[in-house]
């Protein structure tokens, strides 16, 4: 009996030979299987877009940094599209199976737990070697959307005509080197910290940089403690030595 896509199961053993008796999506417009690269939000949920949408609800399947976070999204919208998990842990032979899946002629959508998938975050590798592997026979296809360093630097007053973003910063081997490297930059610097590190991170600018260079520190954007604080490094790093509450929850340091 042919199964209605929805009701499978899905995991990574039996979901290429699930899909194919399923029916095939076609949102594409053409005849070649399409990855969708889905930006979703970094906090407010209404920080969608209706392609974005439009293509979760759409596609055969959506891989997932983590399944159980982006079902929050597709809840919050309805939107009953199977998953399967893909991230950073996983191991070389999901690349092969979502290989298979998309030569069976299928449509999926990458997504990552907040913002644009591959930056910062897992699927470089997939989407590598997913070109590699069909060439011109496969459409990648980017929805833009959020994306924590844009949004920061949105709202900043730093001017990001040129910028040099350094995701995140090594915990040990050549962390000092970097910021040694941003306190001499021209160019306006940008890299992401955790919870962990924030005050790690305040301190080491506070030694290297010049009291003339502006640090904005961008936290837990679009949410509701979301703040964006600019000083000398000296009066940063005061601000959050002073308030412990505000070093919780997810950061952009911007660097001029
Ligand atoms: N792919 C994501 C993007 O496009 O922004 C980034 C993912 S990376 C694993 C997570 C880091 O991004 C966090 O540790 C934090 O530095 C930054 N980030 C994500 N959401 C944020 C938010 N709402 N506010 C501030 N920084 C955020």
């Given at each position: 009996m042919r199964k209605k896509f929805s009701e499978l199961k899905i995991d990574a053993a039996s979901t290429a030979k699930d899909l194919e008796d399923s029916s095939t999506s076609s949102i594409s417009g053409n005849e070649k299987p399409t990855l969708y690269v889905v930006a979703t939000p970094i906090g407010n949920l209404e920080d969608v877009t209706l392609r974005a949408l439009r293509i979760l609800k759409d596609v055969d399947l959506i891989l997932c940094e983590d399944t159980r976070h982006t079902k929050a999204l597709l809840s919050h919208y309805e939107i009953g599209t199977p998953t399967m998990s893909y991230h950073a842990q996983s191991k070389l032979s999901k690349i092969d199976t979502i290989i298979d899946i998309l030569k069976k002629g299928k449509n999926l959508a990458l997504v990552s737990d907040?913002?644009?998938?591959?930056?910062?975050?897992?699927g470089v590798l997939l989407v590598a070697k997913i070109r590699e592997t069909f060439g011109d026979d496969i459409s990648v296809v980017p929805i833009p959307g959020p994306s924590a360093l844009i949004t920061a630097l949105s709202a900043s007053?730093?001017?990001?005509a040129e910028f040099t973003f350094l995701g995140f910063l090594p915990h040990k081997k050549g962390r000092e080197t970097l910021f040694k490297e941003i306190s001499i930059s021209e160019r306006t610097m940008v890299f992401y910290e955790s919870t962990h590190r924030i005050i790690k991170a305040l301190t080491s600018l506070k030694e290297h940089c010049r009291g003339d260079q502006v640090v904005v520190v961008a936290r837990e954007?679009?949410?509701?403690?979301e703040e964006v604080f600019s000083g000398n490094a000296t009066d940063v790093l005061a601000h959050f030595e002073n308030n412990p509450e505000k070093c919780r929850g997810e950061f952009v340091v911007i660097v001029r």
């Open positions: 907040a913002g644009t998938p591959t930056i910062s975050d897992p007053g730093i001017s990001s954007l679009t949410k509701m403690f």
